[in-house]
Nanobody, 121 residues
Framework: QVQLVESGGGLVQAGGSLRLSCAAS????????MGWFRQAPGKEREFVAA????????YYADSVKGRFTISRDVAKNTVYLQMSSLKPEDTAVYYC??????????????WGQGTQVTVSS
């Protein structure tokens, strides 16, 4: 059973920062590429960022490039999304995802429950 548990969402003012965490089962983390997606009200889920199984490659959506950073900590079986210079349009439910290495940069086989990020203007 693949398990992904997100945390770290919340309310922040525009220009602020948040760090999202996604804790994965050990088996998942060592064998899969990881990613973050988001879904705003009334919109489809969209890709945000991904990191390869080794951590040596990262890929970002144009809308977050230069503001968000994805990373993974093997010792903690956790993937992070550091979000800076947040904008109201970043408001969404953020989902962690995992998938086999060949799915990189869009791993989407397994999903977490999501964490809400709200950016006020």
């Amino acid at each position: 059973q693949v398990q992904l548990v997100e945390s770290g969402g919340g309310l922040v003012q525009a220009g602020g920062s948040l760090r999202l965490s996604c804790a994965a089962s050990r088996r998942t983390f060592n064998n899969y590429a990881m990613g973050w997606f988001r879904q705003a009200p009334g919109k489809e889920r969209e890709f945000v960022a991904a990191i390869s199984r080794s951590g040596g490659s990262k890929y970002y959506a144009d809308s977050v490039k230069g503001r968000f950073t994805i990373s993974r900590d093997v010792a903690k079986n956790t993937v992070y999304l550091q979000m800076s210079s947040l904008k109201p349009e970043d408001t969404a439910v953020y989902y962690c995802a995992a998938g086999p290495p060949e799915d990189y940069p869009h791993p989407n086989d397994y999903w977490g429950q999501g964490t809400q990020v709200t950016v006020s203007s």
